[in-house]
């Protein structure tokens, strides 16, 4: 009888045991995809400041020409509420977005970009504010010669499930004139 309750606790032992190392494993695979996901979520960012930067920096420069430098005060203000966002990937629909030309014509663009992989895409949802700031980095009520572009990203959950990051990733640049 104590032969066959020591070889129970043996097995019940070893079952705990083996229960632990398995969701040892389970945390350590649901940290590595995150971690994976987190990086695809920081090229999805770094590639959204790219399509950003590569426009003109205000609205009051388009068509002076590259020798021309214009005053940081005849800049407009940053741009809020435009009936369409920005295209920040080239799959995006003509329907619901808009070539923008400046910087500060991105400020409250969202939509859906892909992350491309071997055999789909995994999509994220980004959103970009841009702002002037001053000297110090912080931000400026009045037009600088410094906006600071902050890309939020998210990764879309497929449905029923939910999303692998517990919060958006930010990537912020400040982009200057000239």
């Not at 020591?6 to 389970?26: E, I, K, R, Y």
């Not at 920096?57 to 021309?68: K, M, Q, R």
């Amino acid at each position: 009888m104590q032969q066959t309750l020591l070889a129970l606790l043996a097995l019940l032992v070893s079952m705990f045991l083996s229960f632990g190392q398995m969701q040892s494993s389970l945390r350590f695979q649901d940290q590595s995809v995150r971690g994976e996901i987190e990086q695809m979520a920081l090229g999805v960012g770094m590639q959204t400041i790219e399509v950003v930067r590569a426009r003109a920096f205000d609205s009051a420069v388009i068509g002076t020409g590259e020798d021309v430098v214009l005053d940081p005060s005849s800049f407009s203000d940053i741009p809020t509420g435009l009936s369409k966002d920005c295209r920040l990937h080239p799959s995006q629909d003509n329907g619901t977005v808009q070539d923008c030309q400046a910087i500060g014509e991105f400020n409250e663009t969202t939509g859906t970009v892909p992350f491309p992989l071997a055999d789909d895409s995994l999509k994220f949802e980004v959103e970009v504010e841009v702002q002037y700031v001053c000297a110090d980095l912080q931000p400026c009520s009045g037009p600088t010669g410094r906006k600071k572009v902050s890309v939020f990203v998210q990764d879309v959950a497929p449905s029923g499930q939910s999303a692998a990051l517990p919060e958006p990733i930010r990537y912020s640049e400040v982009l200057t004139y000239p």
